[in-house]
């Protein structure tokens, strides 16, 4: 089980010669896109083979869109929310959560999925807009 993008090295064992499906070539590092089954036949020194089997699964990366930055006014403060997903989530508040209420600063999140596929954070600006400046009217 790998995750997407993570390469991976098949290498035969007890024989002499391995001829791998799919354009495998053996003990040499490659990044499988999709799950699929990779089937090696091993080579003797007498000529004799047999075959064998191993299934690659290719878990995706965790979806990750904190959304475009926000502005609120001074003092307010505003929801982030991750989105849903069997993952665990890292804010650089140190929080763990799938949603902060936060202010006026920056803040990036990392989310790792059960399958244990980071995903580079991605960062989210909040920033205060100031109230305007209300004046008492002269009489």
């Known amino acids: ?31 499988p896109t ?5 089937t090696v036949t091993g080579t003797d020194a007498n000529g004799c083979s ?9 878990n995706p990366l965790p979806v990750l869109d904190l959304g475009n930055d926000v ?21 650089n508040t140190g929080d763990t959560t799938q949603n902060i209420t936060v202010g006026e600063g920056q803040y990036w999140l990392t989310l790792t999925s ?6 580079n954070s991605d960062t989210i600006s909040v ?3 100031q109230p305007p400046n209300i004046f008492s009217p002269t009489i």
């Open 114 to 119: 059960c399958q244990n596929c980071s995903f």
């Open 127 to 129: 920033r205060y807009n």
């Open 71 to 91: 502005a609120i006014c001074t003092g307010d403060s505003t929801l982030l929310d991750a989105g849903t997903g069997p993952t665990n989530y890292l804010w």
């Open 34 to 38: 999709a799950t699929a089954t990779y």
């Open 50 to 58: 047999n075959t064998d089997v191993v299934d690659v699964s290719v």
């Open 1 to 31: 089980i790998v995750c997407l993008g993570e390469s991976v090295i098949l290498s035969g064992s007890g024989a002499n010669n391995y001829t791998w499906d799919n354009n495998i070539t053996d003990a040499t590092a490659f990044t």
